[in-house]
């Protein structure tokens, strides 16, 4: 059952690389490099359409190693911005830590202060909130920011699709095949009128940790 924050917001906190949109290693440096997981897009129009407001929190060391400045990132998620549009999605903000692991910040996951930084600005309780990314990264973080973590299979975590997820994984994470696995997941969950709750359709949504 879907838990909801005393001012009703609906928000989802997820990853962006692995996630949303393709992985790639040594970083999107340019906009063109933006290329979205299959079926991505659609489930953040599907989450918006069902009431919900997504969220983004990725780390962004490019930034910190002179690899790429702010601007080149704010191309590349106008350019995310962009193709979610055309699929009538939106995603209302992007909170990224710009530093690398060497300089031990907060904000970096799997540290919470992203988490943390998004449960002030919209004024949510985080242990109501879905964390959703495709790293153990992503779940430490939401889960030690008292989120609800959510993993999944595409990006980093391919290979955990169909294994049982080991130890370093907090207990209580759950995992889909992707976001859009993911977003019927979540909606399913949430009572119809005169209903107690929706089963997740065969085939789609949550597997076996």
């Known amino acids: 059952m879907v838990r909801r924050n005393k001012n009703n917001l609906k928000l989802v906190i997820i990853d962006r690389d692995g996630t949303l949109n393709v992985y790639r290693e040594g970083y999107i440096k340019e906009p063109e490099e933006w290329v979205p997981v299959p079926g991505a897009l659609e489930a953040i129009s599907l989450l918006n359409r069902s009431g919900w407001h997504v969220v983004v929190a990725s780390n962004q ?7 790429m400045d ?7 998620h106008a350019v995310m911005h962009k193709q979610l549009a055309a699929v009538g999605g939106r995603i209302d903000a992007v909170f990224f830590c710009p530093h690398t692991p060497d ?11 992203l988490f943390e930084e998004i449960g002030e600005r919209y004024g949510v309780e985080l242990s109501e909130i879905h964390g959703v990314g495709d790293a153990l990264r992503d779940v430490q973080a ?9 993993l999944v299979c595409t990006g980093e975590s391919e290979q ?18 992707d976001l859009l696995a993911f977003a019927h997941y979540l909606i399913a ?5 005169d209903e107690p709750g929706l089963q997740v359709p065969p085939g789609q949504g949550a597997l076996a940790a």
């Open 61 to 67: 060391p490019a930034i910190g190693r002179g690899v």
């Open 70 to 76: 702010a601007a080149t990132l704010h191309a590349i």
């Open 103 to 113: 300089e031990a910040c907060h904000c970096r996951k799997p540290a919470p202060g």
């Open 142 to 150: 939401a889960a030690a920011a008292g989120c609800i973590p959510h």
């Open 160 to 177: 955990w699709l169909d294994r049982p997820l080991d130890d370093s994984f907090p207990p209580h994470t759950i995992k889909h095949p």
């Open 189 to 193: 969950q949430e009572p119809q009128p």
